[in-house]
């Protein structure tokens, strides 16, 4: 099995920027792609960013410039900085391995 935690979720004002952190464990884990994906009320999950075990990174066109992924396999974990954040961006943020396992999300408000 493979457990991921999230952290680093909170309350920001428009502009400003937040990161957060997935940790992941247990037997099954080995190096891997990870990323993040998001789900806002009424909206579908989408991806947000993903990083492989070489260290290529992928990002949504709606993120670009503005949010960056990394990892430290050191630590089996997975950030994700965010940026010059906006009202659309508010979302729980989930973490993924693999696309397979999940963490149970982060919330994300971004509000004045």
């Known amino acids: 099995q493979v457990q991921l935690v999230e952290s680093g979720g909170g309350l920001v004002q428009p502009g400003g920027s937040l990161t957060l952190s997935c940790v992941a464990s247990?037997?099954?884990?080995?190096?891997?792609?990870m990323g993040w994906y998001r789900q806002a009320p009424g909206h579908q999950r989408e991806l947000v960013a993903t990083?492989?075990?070489?260290?290529?990174?992928t990002y949504a066109d709606f993120v670009k410039g503005r949010f960056t992924i990394s990892r430290d396999d050191a630590k089996n974990t997975v950030y994700l900085q965010m940026n010059s954040l906006k009202p659309e961006d508010t979302a729980v943020y989930y973490c993924?391995?693999?696309?397979?396992?999940w963490g149970q999300g982060t919330q994300v408000t971004v509000s004045a």
């Open positions: 993924h391995y693999r696309f397979r396992y």
């Open positions: 247990g037997s099954a884990f080995t190096i891997g792609t």
């Open positions: 990083v492989s075990m070489g260290g290529s990174t």
